[in-house]
């Protein structure tokens, strides 16, 4: 993808921009139906976007969660950093901002989402996000309506692929060591309406720290969230250590708890270093962008 670097070598305050022209790309591509329209609808069909730009320097961020009808939502984050004082902004309301802003109000809706929900209806809602309600969420379709209002059930096992939890992250390190971090997602396959994962939570899905590097995250964000695997990395390289053992780091801390968690860390450090880390996901393949040109590489997964 070399979109980015040109917007890199070209433009003034060019890592962002640049940041924001990588993750609009893969928006406008549809980058494996996870990212940006057309992928990925909850249970009611409809497909949302989540979206977060940080920068390094001053830890300027803007971020989108659940934003309805606008394709752009990496735009829409840098727009909210850029002409706000807020960090976030979500649902309707950051809809009806987006088009305060300029951007298109139009349907996120495809025949291939419209085919997702014909699928998942047809096999009886399976998977979904529900637990501990009735009818029986493993085997049926809702509406559903609590078990026990007092009654505090066991967690439902999770289930998890690269198409149901996928997000595009990027970690640019310009000439000058500045650094930004950032993801785009339409987030988890069949949610349920409303639901928001780790990648537009700031030091989750991505974090960046002048002087130090970036971080960016994918996997089951309801989990990730939890830790804010990024800030942590990027913490951990903050520390004096390196990027490949500032995620594994990061990693074992989930797995520790969560077992069966699976996930992947990139990082990079403005000394040049970088790698990434994965866990229970086999291998996991991410791309470099150097001097105009890309290459990919793979990781074996704790």
Known sequence: MLLPYLALSTISNGRILALVEGLSTCERLQCDTTVGYGGSPDESGETTLDALIVDGLGVRMGAVANLHR??????????????????????????????????????????????????WKTNNCQPNFWQNVSPNPEY???PYKPVNQTYIGKNKKRFIDRFHHDTIGMVIIDSDRNVTAGTSTNGARYKIPGRVGDSPIPGSGAYALEGVGGAAATGDGDIMMRFLPSYQTVDWMRKGTKPVKAARKTLQTIIE??????????????????????ANLGIFKYSIGEKGKTRVESVPCI
Request: hydrophobic share 45%; with cysteine.
């Open 140 to 142: 049926s379709c809702g």
């Open 257 to 278: 708890i969560n077992p069966k968690f699976q996930g992947a860390i990139i990082a990079a450090d403005v000394n040049g270093r970088f790698g990434a880390a994965c």
């Open 70 to 119: 606008v394709k752009d939502a990496a735009k829409v984050a840098w727009a909210i950093m850029n002409y706000t004082k807020h960090t976030m902004l979500v649902g309707e309301a950051a809809t009806k901002f987006a088009i305060q802003m300029g951007f298109k109000e139009e349907t996120l809706t495809t025949n291939v989402s419209k085919k997702m929900m014909d699928m």
